[in-house]
Each structure stands twice: as structure tokens, then as C-alpha cells.
């Protein structure tokens, strides 16, 4: 697709979308790679103007750059954060009571710990990206691996079948101490974010080492 095809879907997507106020989100396309700069009022329309994005056909890559600007000075301190992001971890039924620590600097929020399953990292930080004053995520926590490699194959493979029979058969999976390094092709970049997600439900997947390519 035409670079400014691209271009101009891109900011289409961005304006249709009623949570993303893409007023000083600025837009350039170069082989199909989308970068984002600008910024925006709050971390969570900073993922979900990524997201947008993502929902694009023609889209092969994403180079986020938007800033969080809360205007005036942010009326929360680190102290005031740490303390509601406990309380958002507390609350949550899918994320283990006291296996994630924060520590918070100038409102960014870095999360260590250990957890059992990649979608308690998922919800965890699902969550945190909500609370006002946060600008942004670092995330260290580590999933345990808790099955052998050929078992997580097998997982990924099954999940791959029910989830994006399309692409399994283009899509090579290996596994190697808990990360899944995933090659191969797949058509468009939802169908790559589709792998991925199949990928992550496989119990003990520490990371994921994405060399798929959108062609």
C-alpha cells in the first residue's frame, strides 16, 4: 500500500476513535512503518492511540514516540500513585495477592514480582495503566515457568488452530527456558497480534521474541 494511502488511514482511525483526542498527535508513514509523535493526556490514550494503529491494514510496524502531558503540574505525587496502584493490585481477583511490587518515579510506575501465568501480568498492568497521574509503565515481572518446552509447543500450536488457523501454517514456534520465539509471515497485523495472543496463553511463556513478518 502507498505510503500516504497509510498515512491518511492512520489518521482516519485516530479521528474515528472517540477515547484518542488526536488534536497533537502527529502522523508519518515510511515503508509501511507508522510513527506516532505528539502527545497525549493520560498513558491509557497513549496505548490506545497504539492500538488504533494496530487496527490499520497496510500497517507492518509501529514507532511510538507520544509523550504524556498532563498540562499543569500533576496534582498526584509518586507517594499518592504507589499507594492506589497497591490498592488496584489488591483488588484484583486475577492478579495474586502480594506477588507484584511497585515503586514509582515521577509517575512512572515499575512493577517487579513474580507471577504463575502471562495474563496476571496482562491484567495487572491492564489496571495500572488507568490511574490518573501515571505516565507511564515499566514492567520487570517474571512469569515462573511451570511446563517443558514441549509441552508450551504443543499449547501454542492447539491455540494456534482454534485462534488463526490461517496462520499457523506459516508460523514456526520454538521454545527456549520460558521465551517463544515466533518466525514466519502472516498477512496482516492483526493476524500477527492474533499469533501473539495465542502465544501468550500457553502456561510458562516468559517472553515473546516476535520475528514475524506482516507481508
Known amino acids: 500500500m502507498d505510503d500516504k494511502i497509510l498515512r491518511q488511514n492512520v489518521v482516519d482511525e485516530l479521528d474515528y476513535e472517540?477515547?484518542?483526542?488526536?488534536?497533537?498527535?502527529?502522523?508519518?508513514?515510511?515503508?509501511?512503518?507508522?510513527?506516532?509523535?505528539?502527545?497525549?493526556?493520560n498513558y491509557v490514550e497513549k496505548s490506545l492511540a497504539e492500538r488504533a494503529v494496530r487496527r490499520v491494514k497496510g500497517v507492518r510496524g509501529i514507532a511510538e514516540e507520544l509523550t504524556v502531558d498532563f498540562g499543569a503540574r500533576s496534582p498526584?505525587?509518586?507517594?499518592?500513585?504507589?499507594?492506589?496502584?497497591?490498592?488496584?493490585?489488591?483488588?484484583?481477583?486475577?492478579v495474586p495477592m502480594g506477588s507484584i511490587q511497585v515503586k514509582v518515579q515521577q509517575g512512572w510506575l515499575s512493577l517487579t514480582g513474580e507471577v504463575e501465568w502471562a495474563f496476571q501480568r496482562t491484567a495487572a498492568v491492564h489496571d495500572l495503566r488507568k490511574l490518573r497521574g501515571v505516565a507511564g509503565i515499566k514492567t520487570e515481572i517474571v512469569v515462573k515457568p511451570r511446563?517443558?518446552?514441549?509441552?508450551?509447543?504443543?499449547?501454542?500450536?492447539?491455540?494456534?488452530?482454534?485462534?488463526?488457523?490461517?496462520?499457523?501454517?506459516?508460523?514456526?514456534?520454538?521454545?527456549k527456558d520460558g521465551e517463544v520465539r515466533l518466525e514466519g509471515k502472516v498477512p496482516t497485523w492483526a493476524d500477527r497480534y492474533a499469533v501473539e495472543r495465542a502465544a501468550w496463553a500457553a502456561p510458562g511463556v516468559r517472553s515473546i521474541d516476535d520475528q514475524l513478518v506482516v507481508a
Open 18 to 41: 472517540p477515547s484518542i483526542d488526536s488534536a497533537h498527535i502527529g502522523v508519518a508513514v515510511s515503508d509501511g512503518v507508522v510513527t506516532l509523535t505528539g502527545h497525549v493526556s
Open 147 to 175: 511446563a517443558n518446552v514441549h509441552d508450551i509447543e504443543r499449547r501454542i500450536g492447539e491455540a494456534l488452530k482454534r485462534t488463526a488457523q490461517r496462520e499457523a501454517d506459516d508460523v514456526k514456534v520454538s521454545v
Open 76 to 94: 498526584y505525587s509518586d507517594d499518592d500513585i504507589a499507594k492506589r496502584a497497591l490498592t488496584v493490585l489488591d483488588l484484583n481477583v486475577l
